[in-house]
């Protein structure tokens, strides 16, 4: 039986230390991923607690779930969107811009002395529009499945699909036009 499983299930059964390693394991990511949302870390800090005292009130009514990161990241999400809409400051209608920055392009920019294929690809990822970004983002640096992502971003599962395949095809044509085929190599995960 799934580890996750176990944990949220002593968890809805008022297990303290599942709440406490739920809690302090998903805590960065999900703060990582909200700030993606909405760059204000004391608001996405104040979301996230929120979910969590959601969490702790529902007690023995939640779903079980075996996979709690999808679904504390999912959770965090609608907080975030009814957030705003409450506050008045964003309308739902509008895209929200999603930023993010992978693990590889944090790690390129950090260094000072860039390879050519480091800059090629932190260029390319900077093509990306903001749903392909985030959708890149879960698929890849999250490793969530499409029906996760689907959930998530409110989308089906063959717009899930064309999405990843159009931010894959920008950043090949991308970095085919900066004429660098060995960082086509260096993309073989995608």
């Avoid at 907080?79 to 895209?95: A, G, S």
Wanted: net charge positive.
């Amino acid at each position: 039986m799934n580890s996750d499983y176990k944990i949220w299930e002593a968890f809805k059964d008022g297990d303290k230390s599942a709440l406490s390693s739920i809690y302090f394991k998903h805590f960065h990511s999900m703060f990582q991923y909200g700030i993606r949302i909405k760059e204000d870390p004391d608001f996405v800090k104040d979301c996230i607690h929120d979910v969590f005292l959601k969490l702790i009130k529902a007690g023995k009514r939640l779903n079980s779930t075996d996979n709690i990161r999808f679904y504390l990241f999912k959770a965090l999400k609608n907080t975030i969107y009814k957030r705003l809409e409450k506050e008045k400051k964003v309308q739902l209608t509008i895209d929200l811009n999603f930023k993010t920055s992978f693990v590889l392009e944090e790690k390129v920019l950090s260094q000072e002395k860039l390879t050519e294929h480091e800059k090629a690809l932190a260029d390319a990822l900077s093509h990306l529009s903001s749903r392909q970004r985030e959708i890149i983002y879960l698929r890849y640096e999250c490793e969530m499945d499409y029906s996760q992502i689907c959930d998530i971003m409110k989308i089906k599962n063959d717009s899930a699909r064309k999405l990843v395949f159009r931010a894959i095809k920008t950043l090949r044509r991308v970095i085919k036009v900066q004429k660098d085929t060995s960082l086509l190599l260096f993309l073989g995960i995608f």
